[in-house]
Structures are given as structure tokens and as C-alpha cells.
């Protein structure tokens, strides 16, 4: 009945973001069922109380549901469910059974509940343990003779590798006995571990500084397997002894995959934390801690031969993460990401509280926080092991000849650039995306980082492009783009395209022959650490988030913002470098300069990708945020705003082959939105959509605002979603540009046919004016280009 469950879902997933459409998950709401009670009373403008918001939940638990007869049906289905249960010989479920997230485990084999899926143990399987040889391994083991002297072994099922002397203590590992109370830190190595079990142990011991900060980790929160890997050691310690005389609530650390983890984890269903890390940082982590640990002997790029190989201890990543994140819906598991909690440690600590059903103060929350700082947390010598291992690191120092970092180093995101080379960088980022291909797991490979290498490197190339149209020359050691799509859209075109386009590797982005002359200027542009940058394809949503990140960052200046013009407010960047002021003086003005001259918090917009803009975005490292918007409505868009500013003559099916084609200003908006799309988790990048700033105009500003520091009243958020309004928007001239609007309107062929600048600012508006043809073909490309990634795909 109803066909096939994916295609019913999917046909809504690809409209989720339609502003009539909230879509939910049952997971969700037995996991958080107070916030999808929320978010859907917003969706339907309703407004609930803590008191009436406990009622609901209360009226909606799983247990009054199932005792309330206008819902669950048992008096129509008594007599059904009788004669069934005679007909099929055995017991029949009542129409509300269980209401649990995993029920399945109780009814389906797991060959049955998917061949992919991670099969959950609670009972003996035959594990088998390989010792690796060959070259790769033999070279490891030599590079670590002071940790890896009984060789490596990989256990199946699993893939992951240990040393040798773990075949001991396994099975006291998997029979550890598991306490319902206990809450369980685990992760791959290098992960944000110490971070989490610091966080976890505070809050299932009210918060106990004194106590953390003068006990080591270690004995508060025990390294369960730990033990069964330095038996031979002479500071060997049985910590699955500690760990089991620890007291209730228990804090425990492991690193070991999910197969190879305690089998009562499955059945007493403890609270278990998972944290994953990006793979270069998580590597050259890991890296340092070989050198500091095991005296490693090589460099960074040959240490991440190892990694990719799964031939160091724990195994590959990528099984490890993805083994947890097949589970990240089960009610007893938490899925973090040490990105998260770089970008938006109050968020993950108060998300974590809730999942340990621990609440938290204000002034509690700033307390915990400031602890977990890494500052913090680096001059904590409970947790920093600085003492400790101090002998170890002098040691080090002296037998590697160089420089050895402390167990705790630097804790950054993107750190991986100071250690690994560019062609190794990107060498793990390819091995990354092959690892997660048919998952749907977020990839989390930091482009912005490459883009910083390209041009500090100066690798940056031009090439392409300069085509003139009358007379068909072409510049010199240039390739350029021919052929009758690009005649054909050049022919159609006034003002800034009369004198073809160039496109700049790396980037494909195809802009104007002009702009090969600032390009140094603008990858050298002095960017300020109050800065705060609006970046997005073109016809993405710009103006109107220039104009709410001007406010924000002005006190709500409304007579300001309705008085001045916005391009003197927040000037286009990279806009002077397009005009040539040769031909078009009247519309030549130094934009850089008046970007460099703005007094701060300086608010400046640009469409530059990723790896075209200022080079010291990526170390000044100010506020960037950027803007996507669904292919078809930009299409669209940005067809009428070719009418508009370019004096475009031809039909809408040309222009759409020329966006397809990538030859239009800016060049493809999947190359410009996947760029930012898999940087969003930097802390200093906020990722928006135009769809989500229609659906919800108050939840994106008071993302925004927050974000950027800032804090709204009732009132000024009201104020401020007003002023936003479209209608507010297309009648205030200091944004709707409407002074350009006679540039063409004199034009042969387009007279009185010209669309304001601000036009309909709707989601789907493309249905009016694309054919199903067309849009059926924008879908298809859009769909091609999206493939590998997990970047949403709307329709």
C-alpha cells in the first residue's frame, strides 16, 4: 500500500524548502519531541507557553497516546485484532505498538534490515585477527619500534587495526559489563576526545570545577582499552579494572570501533557521546601524537600514506565515523562534530545537556564554557597531561632531532596547512570523498584552505579568453572560448560584455578581460578582522542580506539605511575591476578603494568564488556569509537581470544554455555554491539560503544576529522583519536601484519589456516562465553536478 517508502519521501524532500511545506522526522521528534512541538506551533503561527508547551508534550507522550481511545483506535480494532489473532495463529500488535526508534531489531534479521547497516552484537561472533605484512605495514611498524614491536593486526569484522598484543584482552573488552547510568565518550582518535569527556564528566557532576581541575582526566574519566594495548609497558594499568570501580555515573573513553565496543552496549542502552573530525585535521592530529607517543620517525605526507591505508592503530577513519553515523538516531546516541564545537560551543554544550537531561544556567553555561576554552583547557593540567608527559616530549625532542608538540597543540580548524603539502591535501580529500560516496554523510573537505595555498603559493593561473567579437581576434597566449553558444550570447549583449569573457583557472570562473588587470589587487586586498563579508552567486539574495547585515551592524540605522544609498554603504567589491573605463567611464569608479576606505565594521559584498577572492579572508579569518538560492530561480533571475543591466536581447532558452555552459559573468553557480557549501563548518561562516530567508525571515535574522554578536528585542526584530518585507524592499530607492532602470529601456527590441532590479523575490517564481522542458533540463544538470556531494538537491 503506497508504494515504495523512498519515493514518497523524497518526492517531499525535494520541496522542504517550499514555504508551505515543515518537514519532520520521527526520530526527531522522540528525541527532542518539545523543540518539533516548537518548530512546528511557528510553522502554523502559534505561540505556546512553558506551561501549555509541558500539556502538549505531556498529552503527546507515547504512553498517553496509547491510552487515549480517540487516538488509539482500540475499540474499532478490538474485533480485528481478535480475529487475526486466531487466522494467523499467533499475537497481533494493536494499531499503536511501540512507538520506539530501532524497534525494528526485535522483528527483521539484520540481513533482512540492510546489508549496509552496521548489524548491532549482542551475542558471540567470530572475530579473526590478521598480522599485516608487506612493505606499507613493515614501514609503519619501523616508524613506530618504540609502540609497534609485536606488529600490527587488523580484526575482522571491523577492519580495524591494533597491535598485536590486544588479542588478550579483547574479549574481556567485549564482556565489559555496562551500567545504565554510564555515559560514553567515544571517538577515532584525535577527534575532539578530551575536549568531549571534560565536557560530559562536568555535567554528570554538577558542574564540579574544583574537582576537574585538580583530579587528571584519566582517573575521572578512564581510557577503557587502554590497558589491553601497554600490557608490556612498565606504567601499565589495568583500566578496565579502574573502569569498572569507577562510581556511578560513570565517564568512560574509548576509541575502539563500533563493532569491537562492550556487546552491553546495546542492550542497557547507556548514553553514548560521538564526536568525528574533518580528515587532514584528524591526520596531522594524529600525526604529532605518533611523534610525541611512538617516537615516529617520518614526515606528515608520508604518515598520511599510512592513514589512508587504515594501517595505523584504530584503523581507517572513515569506517570508525561512519559506523556511528549509521547509529546517530538511536535515542541513547549523541553524533557531534569537533567542527561543531569550534563553531558553536554554547549550542553543543547546551545540546548535550539536554541529551545527558542536565539544564543548564546562564551563568552556567558561560562558566562551562570559558572552562572548556582550549586556552582553558591547555593550562588545566588535569587535562593538558603536560606534566606527565613532559619527560616523554624531552625525550622525543632529542631522539627525532626537531621540535615536538604538546599533547595538546593548536586546536584549530583547517590547522592540517602548516604540516601538510597541498598535493597530500588533496590526495586525502579525494580518498575522503571515494570513502563517503553513497553515504549521506555531510563532507566536511575545507576548499577555502586550498584556495589559500593556490594563491599564497602563486599557482594562480589566467588563461582564456578574451574574444572580440568584430574582429574575431583573440590575445595572445590566451585560450579563449569559442563556437556559435558563445557568439550567440555575446551578439545579444551591450555594455560589459562587448568585449568577450575570460575565464581564470583555478575557479572557471568566467569574468571580463578587464578584470585580468586587478587581480593581484584584489587577491591582496587588506581585509580587517571586524570586516564583515557578504558573498553569494549572483541574483542569490544579496541585496536584501547586504541590507540586514548593514543594520545589524549599524543599530538598526533605519533613516541611514533608507537615505543613503546602499552601494555607497556596502560597495561591490570586485565591481570596478569589471568596467572598462575606456569604453564605459561613466560607470567606471574604484570600488576597491572605496571598499578600503569604509569606515569599520566595514559591510562588503562580492560574487567572487572562493578561490578568487582577497587571500586574507583565509587568515584574517572575518565574518563571511554567504548565500545559496535553487539553480531554476536564479536562472531566471539572472536572465532578466542580463535585460537589465546588459541590455540582453535574446530569449530566455539561449541565455539558460549559456548558464548551463558556465559562460555567463561568474561562471557556473554550482562550482561558486559548492565551494562555500563544504567550508560552511568554519566558525567564522555563517551558509544561508534565500529559500530559508522566505520560509523564515525571523528564525535567518536571529541566526544572523547571533552570528555576528548582535542581540534583537521583540520589538526591533519586528522593526527589522518590516523593513525587510519585499514590498518595504522594492519601494525603498536606496536598494531597488531603480536610477539604473533607463540604462536600456531605449533599447531595440526590450523597450518598455525591462523588469525592475528588485523583481518578484518569490521561491518557484521560475514556473511562470520556464518551459518543463527546460526546467527538466536545469534539473538534470543540476542533478549531474551535485552527484558525490551531499549538498541538498531542490527541484
Not at 182 to 187: A, G, L, Y
Not at 581 to 604: G, M
Not at 747 to 763: A, D, L, S, W
Request: glycine residues 6%; charged residues 25%; negative net charge.
Amino acid at each position: 500500500g503506497f508504494g515504495n517508502i523512498w519515493d514518497h519521501i523524497l518526492g517531499f524532500w525535494k520541496v522542504r524548502h517550499e514555504p508551505n511545506v515543515l518537514f519532520n522526522t520521527f526520530e526527531e521528534m522522540k528525541k527532542d519531541l518539545p523543540g518539533v512541538v516548537k518548530r512546528t506551533a511557528d510553522f502554523l503561527g502559534h505561540s505556546l507557553t512553558s506551561e501549555q508547551l509541558d500539556r502538549l508534550c505531556d498529552h503527546l507522550s507515547f504512553e498517553s497516546m496509547k491510552k487515549n481511545k480517540t487516538v488509539s483506535h482500540e475499540d474499532e480494532f478490538n474485533e480485528i485484532k481478535d480475529k487475526q489473532t486466531v487466522e494467523l495463529k499467533g499475537e497481533v500488535q494493536p494499531f499503536m505498538r511501540k512507538g520506539q526508534v530501532g524497534g525494528w531489531k526485535s522483528d527483521l534479521s539484520p540481513q533482512a534490515a540492510n546489508k549496509e547497516a552496521i548489524s548491532i552484537q549482542t551475542s558471540d561472533i567470530e572475530f579473526k585477527f590478521e598480522l599485516l605484512k608487506g612493505p606499507l605495514a613493515e614501514k609503519y611498524s619501523k616508524a613506530n619500534s618504540h609502540h609497534i614491536h609485536d606488529g600490527l593486526v587488523k580484526i575482522t569484522p571491523s577492519g580495524c587495526c591494533l597491535p598485536s598484543r590486544y588479542q588478550n584482552h579483547f574479549q574481556d573488552v567485549l564482556n565489559f559489563k555496562v551500567r545504565p547510568d554510564d555515559v560514553w565518550v567515544v571517538t577515532y582518535p584525535k577527534c575532539g576526545t578530551t575536549w568531549t569527556q571534560e565536557l560530559a564528566w562536568l555535567l554528570i557532576n554538577d558542574l564540579d570545577f574544583e574537582t576537574a581541575k585538580n583530579t587528571p582526566l584519566i582517573k575521572r574519566a578512564p581510557f577503557l582499552e587502554f590497558g589491553s594495548l601497554t600490557e608490556n609497558s612498565p606504567k601499565h594499568v589495568d583500566t578496565l579494572q579502574i573502569a569498572d570501580n569507577l562510581k556511578s555515573p560513570r565517564s568512560i573513553k574509548s576509541h575502539l570501533p563500533v563493532e569491537l565496543l562492550p556487546k552491553q552496549l546495546w542492550t542497557v542502552k547507556p548514553k553514548i557521546i560521538y564526536v568525528a573530525r574533518e580528515a587532514k585535521d584528524a591526520l596531522v592530529s594524529a600525526y604529532h601524537h605518533h611523534r610525541l607517543f611512538f617516537s615516529f620517525t617520518e614526515t606528515c605526507d608520508e604518515f598520511a600514506e599510512y592513514f589512508m591505508a587504515g594501517i595505523v592503530g584504530f584503523g581507517s577513519l572513515w569506517d570508525h565515523i561512519l559506523g556511528f553515523w549509521k547509529l546517530r538516531h538511536e535515542e541513547n546516541i549523541l553524533f557531534n562534530t569537533f567542527e561543531d564545537m569550534k563553531k558553536d560551543l554554547p549550542g553543543v554544550v547546551k545540546r548535550t545537556a539536554d541529551f545527558l537531561g542536565r539544564s543548564l544556567t546562564s551563568d552556567q553555561l558561560e562558566k562551562l564554557c570559558d572552562h572548556l576554552s582550549f586556552q582553558s583547557m591547555k593550562n588545566n593540567k588535569a587535562v593538558s597531561h603536560e606534566e606527565e608527559f613532559r619527560a616523554v616530549k624531552d625525550k622525543r625532542k632529542s631522539e627525532l632531532n626537531g621540535e615536538v608538540q604538546p599533547f595538546m597543540r593548536k586546536g584549530q580548524v583547517g590547522g592540517w596547512k602548516s604540516d601538510l603539502s597541498p598535493e597530500a591535501a588533496e590526495k586525502v580529500d579525494n580518498w575522503s570523498r571515494d570513502k563517503v560516496k553513497g553515504t549521506d554523510y555531510p563532507s566536511t573537505v575545507f576548499l577555502e584552505s586550498m584556495a589559500s595555498f593556490i594563491c599564497g603559493t602563486g599557482l594562480l593561473q589566467r588563461s582564456a579568453v578574451h574574444r572580440n567579437i568584430s574582429t574575431g581576434e583573440t590575445s595572445s597566449h590566451k585560450e579563449h572560448l569559442e563556437g556559435p553558444l558563445v557568439e550567440k550570447l555575446m551578439k545579444s549583449m551591450d555594455w560589459l560584455y562587448t568585449s568577450g569573457v575570460v575565464k581564470i583557472t583555478p575557479s572557471n570562473c568566467c569574468l571580463f578581460p578587464e578584470y585580468q588587470k586587478h587581480l593581484d589587487s584584489v587577491r591582496h586586498f587588506k581585509v580587517l578582522p571586524d570586516d564583515v563579508w557578504i558573498v553569494t552567486y549572483p541574483k542569490c539574495g544579496t541585496t536584501w542580506t547586504q541590507e540586514l547585515i548593514w543594520l545589524l551592524l549599524n543599530d538598526l540605522d533605519f533613516n541611514k539605511a533608507s537615505s543613503i544609498n546602499q552601494i555607497e554603504r556596502s560597495p561591490f567589491f570586485e565591481f570596478g575591476c569589471l568596467v572598462d573605463k575606456d569604453v564605459n567611464s561613466k560607470y567606471s569608479v574604484d570600488t576597491l578603494k572605496a571598499s578600503k576606505e569604509l569606515k569599520s565594521p566595514r559591510c562588503i559584498k562580492s560574487h567572487l568564488p572562493i578561490e578568487l577572492l582577497p587571500e586574507q579572508l583565509w587568515t584574517v579569518k572575518p565574518k563571511i556569509i554567504y548565500v545559496a538560492r535553487e539553480a531554476k530561480d536564479v536562472a531566471v533571475s539572472y536572465y532578466h537581470h542580463h535585460r537589465f543591466f546588459q541590455g540582453y536581447t535574446g530569449i530566455l532558452d539561449d541565455f539558460v544554455e549559456a548558464y548551463l555552459a558556465g559562460i555567463v559573468a561568474y561562471g557556473s553557480i554550482w562550482d561558486h555554491i559548492l565551494g562555500f557549501w563544504e567550508v560552511r563548518h568554519e566558525p567564522y561562516i555563517l551558509f544561508n539560503t534565500y529559500e530559508e530567508m522566505k520560509k523564515d525571515l525571523p528564525g535567518v535574522i536571529k541566526k544572523t544576529a547571533k552570528f555576528l554578536g548582535r542581540s534583537l528585542n521583540s520589538e526591533q526584530m519586528d522593526q527589522l522583519c518590516e523593513y525587510l518585507s519585499f514590498e518595504s524592499m522594492r519601494k525603498n530607492p536606496a536598494v531597488s536601484h531603480d536610477e539604473f532602470r533607463n540604462i536600456f529601456e531605449t533599447k531595440e527590441g526590450i523597450k518598455n519589456e525591462i523588469q525592475p532590479f528588485i523583481r518578484k523575490g518569490q521561491v518557484g517564481g521560475w514556473k511562470s516562465e520556464l518551459t518543463p522542458e527546460l526546467a527538466k533540463k536545469i534539473d538534470k544538470w543540476t542533478e549531474e553536478r551535485l552527484e558525490g556531494t551531499d549538498y541538498p538537491f531542490l527541484s
